[in-house]
């Protein structure tokens, strides 16, 4: 065997058929679902898929570890619910695979990253190729973070040439509420795994870094109201992502108002004869 497909999924009934039905040119499929409690499971079933069922959580690399574990092909690719491949980059992949002693162990592909409905290469988003074809063998899963987290120990890499049709899709955030659910799990399992000496001060400049990629690196604002709401999109990232950090440096609140609530309890209790005010 060649190729493996790899797809983490949570309740993803309303995408997963598609996904799936783009990756049936490899030589295995195999579904990392995450305890969905949809139909999703029933679907991947339907299309000759490995299914791996793990306990739920907000994003663990270790699922991820698991999940290329499982693979049994020389190769893997990375597929999402959000993913859908055009046949003829797929033809592409298989002629560059077939290929006896190929010398390359990652493979960029034509990536078209739509978020919100929108792909411009003003997008705080936008990337022409993307890593997402890669020797089993090289691939490292970096534990504590949720960006970044599969690199290839290989420098030895194949760039496709580019397409804007004969491409991989990943159509992501099709809502604010989408975006919004998504953005939430993916900052609050995030903050969880940077460590506890990382301060409230350099997420805040990690903002600022962020903000003036958007407006002086993308340009995105000439995209005009398009570009300004990925732009703040984007930086909304990572200013929710800065909450959970100072959150987790400051956490008296739940503590502080459960003893304001208790204190009022026993106020009222003190005062039984304030229990039977009412108006008349």
Not at 65 to 85: G, Y
Request: charged share 25%; hydrophobic share 40%; proline share 4%.
């Amino acid at each position: 065997m060649t190729i493996s497909a790899v797809m983490p999924v949570y309740n993803e009934e309303a995408r997963i058929e598609f996904a799936l039905r783009s990756v049936q040119w490899c030589d295995e499929i195999v579904v990392l679902n995450k305890q969905s409690t949809d139909r999703t499971r029933a679907i991947a079933e339907q299309h000759h898929v490995r299914i791996i069922d793990t306990p739920f959580t907000e994003f663990d690399t270790y699922e991820l570890e698991k999940l290329f574990n499982a693979a049994q092909c020389e190769w893997v690719i990375l597929v999402t619910a959000s993913d859908v491949i055009h046949p003829k980059l797929a033809g592409r992949i298989r002629t560059l695979l077939s290929q006896k002693d190929f010398p390359y162990d990652v493979i960029h592909v034509p990536f078209r990253r739509y978020v919100l409905g929108i792909e411009n290469r003003r997008s705080p988003w936008y990337s022409e190729l993307a890593p997402v074809i890669m020797r089993k063998s090289i691939v490292k899963i970096e534990h504590g973070g949720v960006h970044g987290a599969i690199t290839a120990q290989s420098d030895r890499y194949y760039k496709m040439a580019n397409n804007d049709i004969e491409a991989m899709y990943h159509l992501t955030h099709a809502t604010v509420d989408s975006m919004m659910e998504h953005s939430l799990r993916y900052c609050h399992a995030e903050a969880k795994t940077i460590p506890n000496d990382y301060s409230v001060k350099s997420s805040f400049k990690k903002i600022l870094t962020e903000a003036k990629y958007v407006v002086w690196n993308r340009k995105s604002f000439l995209l005009g109201w398009n570009g300004i709401m990925l732009s703040c999109a984007y930086v909304l990232y990572w200013m929710m992502r800065l909450l959970y950090i100072w959150e987790r440096h400051n956490p008296a609140a739940p503590e502080k108002y459960s003893k304001i609530r208790s204190d009022i309890a026993k106020a009222w209790e003190a005062a039984p004869e304030l229990q039977k005010l009412k108006s008349h």
